[in-house]
């Protein structure tokens, strides 16, 4: 990457409103101009401009459906790249802001792009790297023939996958925990197995996720993860 396109990137995310847009998208949602110009919080003529230059850069795709068109991230690198300018802006927020509700709740449970963050995600991560599941490091992560064994008896059924060109598991820093949660395909498997499960429920607006009573208990259950309500 050249200077001069990193600068173009920089000044891009940089504007506040085009911030926002990629923020409320962030969870792999598709939104329609209209919701994402009251994320903005600027005019629906303004969003349009904005869009226009988020897709024209290939950081959002475009879906059209009947009279709508649907915005999304283009791709989870999108995703990623977001997340990681989090974990480094992290260290410049004042000390002494007090922690809103909201923001208790990113903290707990919420979507990182398709998978699993906040410290639940990080408490799964952990639970299957302890018990000899996972390699989950800094310099990439991937599942042992016991961890696959251990999900396949859960329901996670491997076999039944379409092949992919993704990376299987990643390992992802988490902004608000300071380690790693499980990224890539098997963090989009995970998470969409705690929502049909009803382990996780999504929130209206939100990236946050509702960890349910059943949920509290199967993590407690099966990950030994405390302190989830």
Same mark, same amino acid.
């Given at each position: ?6 600068? %173009? ?211 407690? %259950?099966?990950?030994?993860? %405390?302190?989830?309500?």
């Amino acid at each position: 990457m050249t200077p001069m396109i990193l600068a %173009e990137m920089s000044n891009l995310i940089g504007d506040l409103a085009r911030a926002n847009i990629l923020l409320a998208l962030i969870d792999n949602r598709a939104l329609t101009a209209k919701e994402l110009a009251y994320a903005a919080r600027v005019s629906p003529q303004t969003t349009s401009f904005h869009l226009g230059k988020l897709t024209d850069a290939k950081l959002l795709q475009v879906n059209k459906q009947g009279r709508n068109r649907y915005f999304r991230l283009a791709s989870p690198l999108v995703g990623q790249m977001l997340e990681t300018i989090m974990v480094v802006a992290g260290d410049r927020r004042p000390r002494l802001r007090p922690i809103s509700k909201p923001s208790e709740e990113l903290r707990l449970a919420r979507v990182c792009y398709d998978h699993l963050a906040g410290y639940l995600g990080v408490a799964v991560g952990e639970a299957l790297k302890t018990r000899g599941f996972m390699i989950l490091e800094a310099e990439g992560a991937q599942l042992t023939r016991r961890g696959m064994s251990f999900l396949d008896e859960l329901g996670i059924k491997f076999d039944m996958l379409p092949k992919s060109r993704r990376a299987f598991c990643r390992p992802c820093l988490d902004w608000s925990e300071r380690r790693y949660h499980v990224a890539g395909r098997l963090g989009a498997i995970f998470l969409n197995f705690c929502l049909e499960r009803q382990w996780v429920e999504r929130r209206a607006d939100s990236r946050a996720l509702q960890i349910t009573s059943f949920g509290a208990r199967q993590f407690k %259950e099966v990950f030994q993860i %405390e302190n989830t309500r």
